[in-house]
């Protein structure tokens, strides 16, 4: 049976990916690099450290590891100096209406993010007290498809994995949730996210109530 959710941030339930994508754009460009919408679908889920190696390769770029955290320091300190002023009008449709669907059928929710900085955003947009347990990227060091992010957040709610819903936008979320065994619901392009066992364009177009009927339907499967 599902008694809990855990929810990716970014791209999920807060519209903060394009502050991350013209942060990591402009420091590609600091290092004069080209930086597309379409390398940073390459980033999605993926850790500060693990984004910077990216662009590093992608421009050829050999550094310190002291010049790497010194960039990845910078790249966050431009990042969290445009969401200083992030408000509920952030919120992506249908985020704050399913977690108050999930707390009235009394499921568990979590955060399974890479951010380092969701507390901050979930008070921002002011949900923080949706949430039973919070695992983010000061959680792990390890980035999804890994799906240790996963497992902490199951843990932290006192869950098995298969008694939970990983609810992604990214095709490397989709894949740590089904290797760490979690049922998976995919937010966004279906054919992106194919590889999710439910798809909904957003979360204003599913409810406990279907999650919930989908579940018993294919629990089997």
Not at 22 to 40: C, T, Y
Not at 137 to 148: A, I, L, M, R, V
Not at 193 to 219: C, M, P, R
Request: hydrophobic letters at 40%.
């Amino acid at each position: 049976m599902i008694t809990a959710c855990i929810f990716d941030l970014d791209g999920v339930i807060v519209d903060t990916a394009k502050f991350h994508y013209l942060a990591w754009k402009r420091l590609a460009e600091h290092l004069g690099v080209e930086f597309s919408e379409e390398d940073n679908e390459h980033l999605k889920g993926v850790s500060r450290m693990q984004s910077l190696e990216y662009i590093l390769l992608k421009g050829g770029i050999q550094i310190s590891n002291e010049e790497k955290l010194r960039l990845a320091t910078l790249k966050n300190e431009w990042y969290v100096e445009s969401i200083k002023h992030i408000d509920t009008t952030e919120i992506l449709p249908g985020g704050e209406e399913l977690l108050k669907d999930l707390k009235k059928n009394q499921i568990k929710i979590s955060l399974g993010s890479a951010s380092k900085n969701a507390i901050a955003i979930l008070n921002g947009i002011g949900l923080m007290s949706y949430f039973d347990f919070i695992s983010d990227g000061n959680s792990t060091d390890k980035s999804k498809p890994d799906p240790e992010v996963f497992l902490i957040a199951a843990k932290g709610m006192g869950k098995l994995p298969e008694e939970c819903i990983v609810v992604e936008d990214s095709i490397k979320g989709i894949e740590a949730a089904k290797v760490g065994g979690f049922r998976t619901l995919g937010i966004g392009d279906a054919e992106v996210l194919s590889d999710a066992e439910y798809i909904v364009k957003d979360l204003a177009q599913v409810s406990w109530e279907e999650l919930n009927n989908w579940y018993n339907k294919t629990k089997n499967i």
